[in-house]
Nanobody, 124 residues
């Protein structure tokens, strides 16, 4: 059974940093790409960042401005999202998700496996 466990969220002031982690189990990491999505209140889930099993990375939206870094530890089956210079618009529930397409895609419908989400709140 594929399981994803997101953690690391919290309350932080604008300009601060957080590190999110996604623990994956039940599948071979080499066959999946893992992404982070953010869902703000009343809005659809938006892709933030993604990493393939081969280490290819994608950053979407304003996470590509150099504020976010995604990394993986394949031996531990974890994917991390280091977020810096946080802004109030980064607030939302962050989900990690996996797709067996091996490729990153910002469309959340491409991902069949989801973790439970972790809340990130950035106060201004």
């Amino acid at each position: 059974e594929v399981q994803l466990q997101a953690s690391g969220g919290g309350l932080v002031q604008a300009g601060g940093s957080l590190r999110l982690s996604c623990g994956a189990s039940g599948f071979t990491r080499a066959d999946y790409a893992i992404a982070w999505f953010r869902q703000a209140p009343g809005k659809d889930r938006k892709g933030v960042a993604c990493i393939t099993s081969g280490g290819g990375r994608a950053l979407w939206g304003d996470s590509g401005e150099g504020r976010f870094v995604i990394s993986s530890d394949n031996a531990k089956n974890t994917v991390s999202l280091q977020m810096t210079s946080l802004r109030s618009e980064d607030t939302g529930v962050y989900y990690c998700a996996a797709t067996d397409s091996r490729l990153c895609h910002p469309d959340h419908s491409r991902y069949g496996y989801w973790g439970q989400g972790t809340q990130v709140t950035v106060s201004s």
